[in-house]
């Protein structure tokens, strides 16, 4: 995505699934650019950090800043996504087999880095935004950090680079921007070796071609990019790529009946190859999920394409209209972009998962009988931005088009996210899922799990696995990794993976592990589900069926079994059938079990014992299964309103479940506020055992007053049999908008100074610095000095002269003055005149001051744009006198003498008694002492050697005068 810089084939005797169906020629065709050459990139020297200064600073506003809140208020799930996997898988595979650092900040100096990275047969190639790093399959770093511009050879270093692997053609393919106007730059090896020369090549688009995904494919390199309006796909000539040849072509096709995403970019994604085998003569596929929140979508659906070539006479390439696939409901509408979805710990700054799009890449792998295409993408689970990732295989063969074959959403309910997955399918057909973890109680971490081919269909059932734990968090932009890459080693069971996290607060780094889901071993069997009993109305003789899997490469007989329950060995019994390499069995238990008292949950737990079985960490399977009271319904989460501005009369929404085991309806629910009375409704149902359901009271309440409020939400149900769980509570406060904007470009405010206010700041996105005041008089002009560091700054202030916490235009002070016009990033410094006018009310009152970039500041306070600042302040009205005027005339200096230890010097033409006050960045005072006049200044030691690290304020004013002096003082 665009950003700035901060800092052949074996054939198989089937063919594709074939149908009749209408059909489209290409619509443009596009002749690359041979750039040339490159130099053999071993001759490049490995590098400790990048030094080249050539880096542009580049900035574009993007399509994906575009925002359409869900319009379908009736969109399926409607809350809460009922085919959630909420449990952990528990199969333990081998340890992690390779687990290194890819890049970092410190050698990047670009956010967000837009990790990608694949594994051929000896190298692994790594590329962030903007560099790229080449590395043995090891870890051994051979090649870099270079710049992506200086590796391709172009004059440009622009970012959103996708690495791939050509396994097909033992080729290596690089590409980023270009150096053309709205281009790409596609480089490919000469040879195997991808420390040696590529051959470059450049194409222009009509718009700039953000967010571009490719695939290999064994006719072409697919292309998908947000380009302008309208959803496109291209096939990149890859014979002539691959050949060094001059001039090699790209035909786009539109996708006919896809329904635009207008959440964020427009993002089809083409199918990409994994291993040697394909189908002859099988097309290229195109997919697109298809949202029913969105306007045009009637319900959740994937769209399939089919794309024929002729490289010869390419006007007669066609794409086909599409497949339509429904799903299981989903809901993909998450926060606008660039606000952020993911909540991180000790901070209001949320990070972007990215609604709307399928994950990078949609990997696909042919087996002898069909094809697996494996397709990935982030949904809501609960309507309030937590994500889970739903995964979906899709099968066709010879004589079916592609249907789902099976979909599920991993999503453990630990009030994680689980974002930005990518997903691969291993030639046992095994499934390797990796993603971002993160919370408002976890760094974003990385991780991974899976599944083994003939698991129970929807369940990713390996254990969640650590890559590597997050050890920070990002504070001064919402932008995370725009994708992560996982892609298979050309031994067909290795997965590869790489994605971002942060080493430190607001370092980031990307981490590059292998893991493989085939055990590798001969002997090795287990447990891999307990299939019976289910939770529900349960007796004292119930019978226990298991699965167990053959792990290994040899077949398995008499396999030793045990059952537990809470820890009490029940039985040992043996399994006496066969059970083949990678396959699996079911056994059941002669030996039944008492699980007869109501409402406990029993732990049960089967494993194998296995003589001489080379893995038994996979042996065991534990399962709590809970004998459901009859009637049991309860709330169990309050989803809306949240806290948050602008809150007025609100529809309460929460989350019901039914915990016992019959189907309920027609039960009270009520909610309270503050204690007050009671709003009954009825919830008519019907609700399943075990289900939970989203009500929204038909009866709105109240929250326009900014404070808090205690909501407590509670079902009724006669003869509920557990009112322990009935009723949820939360505190929903309505506060002042906090417009937070995109300021890591420097655009926004590095300097406020007025008055006493002097706040040079660094990048808040929205600053709270109302601890800061400035004294101003009735009918006054003052001078307000900004500093920015990008140009086109367009600058507002109001004062809230009525406190009734809206900023209306008859209190707006500095209208729109355009500061370094036309200009880029660099240092602006601009005095301007805010004005009060002669009939201000007399008090303090909150003063907003706002940024945006190439456009005025819009007339609502509280709008977010696309690149800006927000900062509020106070702004005290008064009379000032004389001595207020010598105090803020006066000139502080504060001086480090080290040790903590500072010297701080007002000089000025007050003479009465004065204060020296520290304050820390919450505004709390921390300390204030009365200090001295000796000559023209006053003066004071300052002693911070008992202060914690951090920004301090430094306040010095007259004893009787509304004005003072500010400083800042950073102790370390």
Not at 292 to 318: A, C, M, P, Q, R
Not at 763 to 781: K, M, Q, R, V
Request: glycine share 10%; net charge negative; aromatic share 10%.
């Amino acid at each position: 995505m665009k950003f700035k810089k901060l800092l052949f084939a074996t054939f198989l005797l089937f063919g594709i699934g074939v149908y009749a169906q209408q059909t489209f020629p290409p619509d443009e065709v596009i002749v690359g650019t041979f750039i040339g050459k490159t130099i053999p990139l071993r001759d490049y020297a490995i590098q400790e950090e990048n030094h080249d200064q050539s880096i542009k600073e580049i900035k574009l506003v993007s399509n994906r800043s575009r925002y359409n809140p869900q319009v379908n208020s009736n969109a399926l799930p409607n809350g809460i996504e009922q085919n959630v996997q909420k449990g952990f898988g528990e199969i333990q595979t081998r340890a992690i087999e390779q687990n290194f650092i890819g890049a970092s900040s410190s050698e990047s100096g670009f956010v967000p880095p837009d990790p990608t990275g694949a594994a051929g047969p000896n190298h692994y190639v790594h590329s962030v935004n903007s560099i790229v790093k080449i590395f043995s399959k090891t870890g051994t770093l051979l090649v870099g950090p270079v710049a992506l511009g200086t590796f391709l050879g172009i004059s440009s270093n622009s970012g959103d680079p996708i690495v791939m692997y050509d396994q097909l053609a033992d080729r290596w393919f690089v590409s980023e921007f270009g150096s053309l106007n709205n281009s790409l730059a596609i480089g490919v090896s000469e040879t195997n070796d991808p420390t040696g020369a590529y051959n470059v090549y450049q194409y222009s688009f009509g718009s700039f071609p953000d967010y571009p995904h490719y695939s290999v494919w064994h006719d072409a390199y697919y292309l998908t990019a947000n380009i302008g309006t309208t959803n496109k796909v291209y096939a990149v000539e890859r014979d002539v790529m691959l050949a060094g040849g001059a001039s090699p072509k790209i035909v786009g096709f539109p996708l006919p009946g896809s329904t635009q995403n207008t959440n964020t970019v427009l993002s089809p994604e083409p199918a990409n190859l994994l291993g040697t085998n394909f189908p002859a003569n099988a097309p290229g596929y195109v997919t697109y999920l298809q949202d029913d929140g969105w306007s045009g979508v009637s319900f959740d659906h994937l769209k399939v394409w089919e794309i024929d070539l002729d490289w010869t006479n390419t006007g007669n390439s066609t794409i086909s209209a599409p497949l339509e696939i429904p799903t299981d409901p989903f809901n993909s509408v998450f926060a606008p972009f660039g606000s952020g979805d993911v909540q991180q710990p000790g901070t209001g700054q949320k990070i972007d998962m990215i609604g709307g799009v399928i994950s990078y890449a949609a990997n696909y792998r042919s087996f002898a009988g069909h094809n697996s295409w494996v397709i990935t993408f982030n949904t809501d689970i609960d309507n309030n931005d937590t994500s889970g990732i739903r995964w979906i295989e899709l099968r066709n063969d010879a004589s079916n088009p592609w249907s789902i074959f099976q979909e599920g959403t991993y999503a453990p309910a630990d009030g994680n996210s689980r974002f930005m997955g990518s997903a691969g399918m291993d030639a046992a057909g095994n499934i390797g899922l990796a993603f971002n973890v993160a919370s408002g109680t976890l760094q974003a971490a990385i991780r991974y799990t899976g599944r083994f081919d003939g698991d129970p269909l929807g369940q990713m059932t390996v254990a969640e696995t650590e890559i590597v734990p997050g050890a920070g968090v990002q504070t001064f932009t919402n932008r995370f990794g725009d994708y992560s890459h996982l892609t298979m080693d050309p031994d067909n069971f290795t997965f590869w993976h790489t994605a971002e996290y942060f080493s430190s607060n607001n370092n980031w780094r990307t981490q590059i592990a292998a893991f493989t889901l085939s055990g590798g071993f001969a002997k090795d069997v287990g447990v891999n589900a307990l299939i019976q009993p289910v939770n529900g109305l349960l007796t004292n003789a119930e019978t226990v069926e298991v699965s167990i899997r053959n792990f290994g490469t040899a077949s398995q007989s008499n396999i030793p079994l045990e059952l537990r329950v809470d820890g009490n060995l029940m039985a040992s019994e043996t399994f006496s059938g066969t059970v083949t390499a990678g396959s699996t069995a079911t056994y059941t238990f002669a030996q039944t079990v008492d699980l007869s008292t109501s409402g406990q949950t029993y732990s049960i737990e089967v494993r194998t014992n296995l003589s001489g079985d080379e893995f038994p960490a996979n042996d065991p399977f534990t399962k709590d299964i809970t004998n459901l009271l009859a009637n049991d319904v309860g709330a169990i989460e309050i989803t809306a309103p949240i806290s948050g501005s602008g809150l007025g009369n609100e529809t309460i929404i929460a989350t019901i479940k039914n915990f016992g085991a019959a189907s309920q309806s027609n039960f009270n629910v009520q909610y309270v506020i503050d204690g007050g009375t009671a709003v009954v409704e009825t919830f008519t149902g019907p609700i399943a055992s075990e289900q939970e359901m989203t009500y929204s009271f038909t009866q709105t309440a109240d929250f326009s007053t900014l404070g808090t409020y205690n909501v407590t939400v509670s079902t009724s149900l006669g003869g509920d049999g557990n009112s322990s769980n009935d009723a949820v509570s939360t505190v929903i406060e309505n506060i002042l908008c906090q417009p937070s904007m995109d300021c890591s470009f420097g655009d926004g405010f590095q300097l406020v100074s007025i008055a006493e206010i002097n706040n040079p700041s660094g990048c808040e996105g929205y600053g709270d610095f109302t601890n800061l005041i400035a004294n101003l008089a009735p009918d006054s002009t003052n001078d307000l000095t900004v500093t920015t560091g990008y140009g086109d700054q367009f600058v507002k202030v109001w004062i809230d002269f009525n406190d009734d916490s809206i900023f209306t235009a008859n209190e707006v002070v500095v209208n729109n003055v355009v500061i370094a016009p036309g200009q880029g990033s660099g240092t602006y410094t601009v005095t301007m005149d805010l004005v009060v006018p002669a009939g201000a009310a007399i008090g303090p009152h909150r003063m907003r001051a706002k940024t945006n970039w190439d456009g005025p500041v819009p007339n609502d306070a509280c709008e977010e744009t696309n690149f800006g600042e927000t900062e509020d302040y106070t702004a005290n009205i008064g009379t000032l006198g004389v001595d207020d005027f010598s105090v803020r005339n006066g000139n502080l200096i504060i001086t480090s003498e080290g040790n903590k230890q500072y010297e701080v010097s007002l000089t000025t033409a007050y003479d009465g008694a004065a204060y020296l006050a520290i304050y820390n960045m919450l505004g709390q005072q921390l300390k204030v002492k009365m200090i001295d006049k000796l000559g023209d200044s006053y003066k004071a030691r300052l002693d911070m050697s008992e202060a914690a690290s951090g920004v301090y304020i430094v306040r010095v004013g007259g004893k009787d005068t509304k004005s003072f002096k500010t400083g800042r003082i950073i102790v370390e």
